[in-house]
């Protein structure tokens, strides 16, 4: 898991222990929802083909100094897909070079995103092209509203720049563009200080600046093309295409759709709790993703389980400390709380100018108090058998757990099926769970 940088105390008079001993847990049982498995077996096949289209092979000329953009997500063959790109520029004479497209992300420090990089396996041994990571910017134009538009110096200086992005539902807001190209282009290349432009006026018009900013970044800046991608609702890459920059326009909202009917969710549309074992940066940008666990931080998104309260236990260790989401739970654990770096969420609170994510919700000694206190303070519920749902991350939706309240529920949906009989929680001498 994420460092410990801290060792709090909680709890050192047994008063919160006295009141929630006796809050009865319900058995648990592992089940596993189906969803579409359609996915790519051959990547580095697939990319090459992409490039070779001839639209897209044009765009890389000999000698050319080419960026290659690569954001903090956890994108499923993220290195593999970042080395097939960087082998076949090389190939039609290009010279490749990767820079960090992240915004604020990595405690907006240039090291810190070429850490975040590293940890999702892009290194420069294994891409085979440098990784060149910056915070500085450069002015190169304003769009039609007159806002100042500014980008990663080293893209703003390069010969070309290909746009790699996954696309997928926001989390803050809904548009034609939501986390994709145009994304990467406007928040990813603008690093902190071109991220902060475009989030100023907030997320209730964030679909209409990301495409007056993308706009202007188009007419200003030498893009290619974009690669973009999308995942099952297993989290692996079933789409791979290369579009022409004059085409994103048109493409992106369609494969934004696409990617919207792949997603996985919860097979059940309302319950009591949810407890969410690990959130994280490599998961969602909101640590927990909200189209899932229906934690929204704005009220400019919607969707997802009507559910009473959340519980979230710990950190991954690809977030470095960084709890972002953790504010939109109801109860956290101590340990989630020693390995917070505040460090590294509040630049990215601020950049965004959404600050709730990085509250600290109630901090309880360990994961079965703070499971305990979620069923003592949920009002008009059935305490003796309340309707619980476990996850392990929001990435994670195939195999999940549920309470017994929800047996009849999930024997009747065809789309899911038991892996185990209900047996108690397991909880180890820290009273946490396996």
């Avoid at 406007?186 to 200080?193: A, E, F, N, S």
């Avoid at 998961?283 to 998104?301: E, H, K, L, Q, R």
């Amino acid at each position: 898991m994420s460092e410990i940088i801290r060792d709090s105390q909680w709890d050192r008079s047994n008063a919160v222990a006295n009141i929630l001993d006796k809050v009865k847990i319900p058995r648990m049982a592992k089940i596993e929802q189906i969803f579409n498995e359609t996915k790519i077996d051959n990547i580095s096949e697939k990319i090459k083909n992409e490039i070779s289209k001839p639209e897209i092979i044009k765009t890389i000329k000999k000698d050319a100094n080419i960026a290659i953009t690569c954001g903090s997500r956890g994108i499923d063959n993220i290195a593999i897909i970042i080395k097939e790109i960087v082998n076949n520029v090389k190939s039609y004479g290009g010279k490749p070079f990767v820079i960090p497209a992240m915004g604020s992300h990595g405690g907006s420090t240039a090291e810190g995103q070429r850490k975040v990089l590293e940890g999702l396996g892009v290194t420069e041994n294994f891409i085979g092209a440098p990784i060149i990571s910056t915070m500085e910017t450069k002015l190169i134009g304003y769009n039609k509203d007159n806002k100042p538009i500014y980008i990663d110096k080293n893209a703003a200086n390069a010969d070309g720049i290909i746009i790699i992005g996954r696309i997928k539902p926001h989390t803050s807001f809904r548009g034609s563009f939501e986390s994709g190209l145009y994304k990467m282009m406007v928040i990813g290349l603008g690093k902190q200080k071109g991220a902060q432009v475009c989030h100023m006026e907030g997320f209730g018009k964030m679909a209409y600046n990301m495409m007056s900013f993308a706009h202007a970044i188009i007419k200003n800046l030498p893009i290619l093309f974009g690669l973009a991608i999308i995942e099952n609702a297993y989290d692996k890459t079933c789409i791979i295409k290369t579009i022409p920059t004059c085409e994103i326009e048109k493409k992106e909202p369609k494969l934004l759709i696409k990617a919207k009917q792949l997603m996985p969710k919860i097979l059940f549309p309302k319950f009591d709790i949810l407890i969410i074992d690990q959130i994280g940066k490599n998961f969602s940008g909101d640590g927990m993703d909200p189209n899932i666990t229906g934690t929204y931080c704005t009220p400019f998104a919607s969707g997802g389980p009507d559910i009473k309260r959340y519980v979230v236990l710990d950190l991954s260790d690809e977030t470095k400390g960084n709890s972002v989401g953790v504010g939109m739970a109801d109860f956290t654990t101590k340990r989630l709380f020693d390995k917070t770096d505040f460090d590294q969420g509040y630049p990215n609170a601020l950049t965004s100018t959404v600050v709730k994510i990085v509250k600290m919700p109630m901090v309880l000694k360990n994961d079965k108090k703070a499971i305990q206190a979620a069923i003592f303070t949920s009002i008009d519920i059935d305490k003796e058998n309340p309707k619980i749902i476990r996850i392990m991350n929001s990435s994670n939706m195939k195999n999940i757990w549920i309470s017994e309240s929800l047996y009849l529920e999930a024997k009747k949906n065809q789309n899911i099926r038991f892996l185990e009989d209900f047996g108690e929680m397991k909880f180890n001498e820290r009273d946490n769970l396996f």
